[in-house]
Nanobody
C-alpha cells in the first residue's frame, strides 16, 4: 500500500529527496508521516503532512527538511538538505487511510528506505 524510496549514501551537507507512494485500493488519505530509525535506537517521528497541507517537523531537522504532498498522485515527499551523519537511519513512511468510503481509517507502514550520511 505504501512504498518508500529515494534513500542512498550521501556526504554530510548533501541532499536527498525521499518519496512515499500510496497505491492499490485507496479512497482517502489523511495524515502522512515520516519516521526514522537509527541503528540500536527507537523509531522516531520526523515529519507529518495532512491533506489540507498543514505540516509538523521535529525540531532536530527543522529548517533542513521539508515535507510536501501531491494529493492527485497520492505521493508525499521528504526533501532533506544539509544532511548530517546523525540523520543516518532507515526512513519509513506511515499513513492513515481509508480503502473505501465506509471503511475505517487504518494505519499503514511502508517498507523503509536506508539513508546513510557519511562525515
Amino acid at each position: 500500500q505504501l512504498q518508500a524510496s529515494g534513500g542512498g549514501l550521501v556526504q554530510a551537507g548533501g541532499s536527498l529527496r525521499l518519496s512515499c507512494a500510496a497505491s492499490g485500493r485507496i479512497f482517502s488519505i489523511d495524515a502522512v508521516n515520516w519516521y526514522r530509525q537509527a541503528p540500536e535506537k527507537q523509531r522516531e517521528f520526523v515529519a507529518q503532512i495532512k491533506t489540507a497541507g498543514s505540516t509538523r517537523i521535529v525540531d532536530s531537522v527543522k529548517g533542513r527538511f521539508t515535507i510536501s504532498r501531491d494529493n492527485a498522485k497520492n505521493m508525499v515527499y521528504l526533501q532533506m538538505n544539509s544532511l548530517k551523519p546523525e540523520d543516518t537511519g532507515v526512513y519509513y513512511c506511515n499513513a492513515l487511510l481509508k480503502v473505501a468510503q465506509l471503511s475505517p481509517w487504518e494505519n499503514y507502514w511502508g517498507q523503509g528506505t536506508q539513508v546513510t550520511v557519511s562525515s
